[in-house]
């Protein structure tokens, strides 16, 4: 490994500018024994909307503050925090672009050597050491508190874990080696490497606490309080911190073979990052902590060489950047102010708006529906899911109070909605259904006030079209479950203004979702895409390659296998869709006869409880003919028909550009960050040349 100083000198040349440097402060904190901790507070100056990160200035800020804590011989013991509800989202990713292969080394060594300073100390001076959770801790941010001797979390902290793999990366700054001998291998592997794999899942507080990442759990406004005597007990010997042994045998060994077994299922072996993190694990059994680092180092640059790492950071740079600045969106200034919502139905759609817009925008929420004991079920569902979040400490008594004296329920159209500003349907997928409320609700509603649709595929121009006012009507299609998924196309009908479209983009920022702007047209973007995709598995499947051989085919492609996707979305959505597109295009959208035979038989999945074994029900129900292809080919013919869409959406101005497309199947159909969305897939393995004569990008 290169000395530290050789690394603070080779780090000067990556300084940037535009570096977010995150100050390392430290303070002298006298405890209640008389023992003194030096506090080392990450703060890079912003609010909590912006989290601290790890850039070249910031990783010397940070050994300066340890240097000098190491070096006062008045602190007893060092401790690190981060700023209100931020501890650190990771490494600057923007310096790892710009660094190349020896930048991305010299940044991965002085990482590992500043952060090893908290817990083994430096120039023969160690001190015992603490990391306070307080926040945020992702990646790197978390990698910090773990060369900690000890840590505590604070219970309500939003995102714990290492989702390095995610990003066609592995992590970095210790946490392959560190956690895994922490708290065991298989706990270790669901934190860095099925987590990631699952649409980058992270722990909250109490999860990363009772896996053991934190040796002590605390709430509240005095987090800070509260840990600083708890490390006061710690140092006095008063309170005795045990953790469990870990299993360095057979136990280990499964545990490693587990984790490859799922990463290959994820990935189809075809990401270089998940295969590293596996080794990273296998490793960690036996190596020494400087063996184990280099390691990372090593994998760190291995992977900066990757296809897959620049599309991850295409990926991150849409989630990060083009997502908060959607594209075509009309200026904001238009928008109009919202004070009260009308919501078009209670069934569970309409209820999961409910809950989403009172808990977003603070203002009242309306339910309507044919009868009111349908309308109060619903209002039902949003009281017993804030007292959920009362019940977790997640919010006060007085604030969910107040939440659910805003949600009220009606069957009386004038009496819900004539001061309503924004009124959203979510009423059953068929035309003529929400076009007579539309009309309903016109009757009695605001001249300004706009109208949003939820539908999945049908026209918003048609939708509008019978009402005196169609320039108010705008789609705003969420995906399911609708806290969870970010994304939320608007479209634009034929007539729809610039005052509801800003509207709506307003509305859905209020939301905290991920906005792209969609033109009118079958489906839009997601479900367009997913039914060209599924009808032409349906179609290989229906003409004889088996159900698992297709499902296999698409690991590393999609989040799930195909006919596991339809289980998700439910065979008679999916089959809905489909017909409105094989409506439009009967070109190339194939319906499935197979598939309705499903539908007709009520059946919500092709598989059975395990979700692997075909439902022997489904399997009677089937019939194929005698084409059997291989998994390759299945892969090859349905991303052949998936660039031919996207050629096509693209050609005819569906989305504003193939940016747009990938944002959209990451955040709506949680397609893989380190695949760079689709386009860069099918640009990466020849296939958009091959169908449409030119890359995406």
Do not use: C
């Not at 649409?199 to 987090?223: C, P, R, S, T």
């Not at 897959?308 to 740079?317: I, N, P, T, V």
């Not at 075909?614 to 005698?626: H, R």
């Amino acid at each position: 490994m290169t000395d530290i100083n050789t690394l603070l000198a080779d780090v000067e040349k990556l300084y940037s500018d535009d570096e977010v440097v995150t100050a390392a402060k430290l303070a002298k904190v006298n405890l209640p024994s008389g023992k003194v901790l030096g506090l080392v507070t990450l703060d890079n100056g912003h609010d909590h909307t912006r989290p601290n990160t790890f850039g070249p200035k910031s990783l010397v800020e940070l050994n300066t503050a340890y240097d000098a804590a190491l070096a006062d011989d008045e602190i007893d013991a060092i401790a690190v925090t981060g700023k209100p509800f931020i501890l650190a989202a990771g490494a600057d990713l923007t310096s790892l672009q710009a660094g190349g292969p020896d930048g991305i080394r010299t940044i991965a060594e002085l990482g590992h050597a500043v952060f090893r300073k908290l817990g083994d100390g430096a120039n023969g001076v160690k001190k015992p050491s603490f990391g306070f959770i307080n926040g945020l801790a992702l990646g790197g941010g978390l990698e910090v508190a773990l060369h900690a001797d000890y840590r505590t979390i604070l219970d309500s902290v939003p995102a714990v874990g290492l989702p390095e793999v995610m990003l066609g990366l592995i992590p970095g700054w210790g946490g392959g080696y560190l956690l895994p001998n922490l708290i065991g291998p298989a706990k270790a592997a669901k934190v860095f490497i099925e987590n990631p794999l699952n649409n980058g899942k992270v722990l909250k507080g109490a999860e990363a606490f009772d896996l053991g990442i934190a040796d002590a759990m605390f709430g509240g406004a005095d987090y800070l309080e509260q840990s600083l005597l708890w490390a006061d007990r710690v140092l006095s010997g008063e309170e005795k911190v045990e953790r469990e042994p870990i299993d360095r045998g057979e136990g280990w060994d499964e545990a490693a073979k587990n984790a490859g077994f799922f990463a290959w299922a994820k990935t189809g072996d075809a990401s270089p990052a998940a295969k590293k993190a596996v080794e990273l694990l296998t490793l960690a059994k036996t190596a020494s902590r400087d063996e184990g680092f280099a390691a990372e180092d090593d994998a760190l640059v291995a992977m900066s060489k990757t296809p897959q790492l620049l599309a991850s950071l295409y990926s991150f740079d849409l989630v990060q950047k083009r997502a908060k600045r959607p594209a075509g969106a009309p200026d904001k200034a238009l928008a109009q102010k919202v004070t009260k919502v009308g919501i078009i139905g209670a069934g569970l759609m309409a209820s999961q708006f409910a809950l989403l817009f009172v808990q977003r925008l603070k203002v009242p929420v309306v339910m309507v529906d044919l009868d009111q004991e349908r309308a109060d079920k619903g209002v039902a569902y949003v009281h017993a899911e804030l007292d959920k979040k009362l019940a977790k400490g997640r919010a006060s008594q007085d604030a969910t109070n107040r939440l659910k004296a805003l949600v009220t329920a009606s069957v009386d159209y004038e009496e819900a909605f004539s001061d309503a500003d924004f009124i959203i349907e979510a009423v059953f997928e068929e035309m003529g259904v929400k076009k007579t409320v539309f009309a309903n609700a016109e009757a009695v509603a605001p001249e300004t006030a706009v109208f949003a649709t939820n539908t999945s595929s049908l026209s918003i121009t048609e939708m509008a079209a019978e009402l005196k006012n169609p320039e108010r009507v705008v789609g705003f299609h969420f995906f399911n479950p609708v806290a969870v998924m970010p994304l939320l196309e608007i479209i634009r009908g034929e007539k729809t203004s610039d005052a509801a479209l800003a509207t709506a983009f307003s509305v859905s920022k209020s939301l905290k979702k991920t906005s792209i702007l969609v033109k009118d047209s079958p489906s839009f973007i997601v479900n367009r895409l997913l039914g060209r995709f599924m009808g032409e598995v349906s179609k290989v499947a229906d003409e004889g390659t088996p159900i698992d051989v297709v499902e296999s085919a698409f690991a590393g492609v999609a989040p799930m296998g195909p006919f596991a996707l339809i289980g998700l979305v439910g065979p008679a959505i999916a089959y809905h869709n489909n017909e409105t597109l094989a409506k439009a295009f009967p070109d190339r959208f194939y319906l499935s006869e197979n598939l309705h035979r499903v539908v007709e038989a009520k059946k919500s999945s092709f598989f059975g409880p395990d979700g692997r074994t075909l439902d022997p029900e489904v399997e009677a129900l089937l019939t194929s003919g005698d084409v059997v292809k291989t998994a390759e080919q299945a892969r090859q013919q349905s991303l052949e028909a998936i660039a031919d869409e996207i050629g096509r959406m693209l050609d005819e101005g569906v989305a504003q550009a193939a940016e747009d497309i990938d944002l959209a199947m990451i955040t709506g159909a949680g397609f893989q960050f380190w695949n760079g969305g689709i386009t860069q897939l099918l640009d990466r393995e020849g296939i958009s040349e091959k169908v449409t004569g030119k890359k995406f990008h």
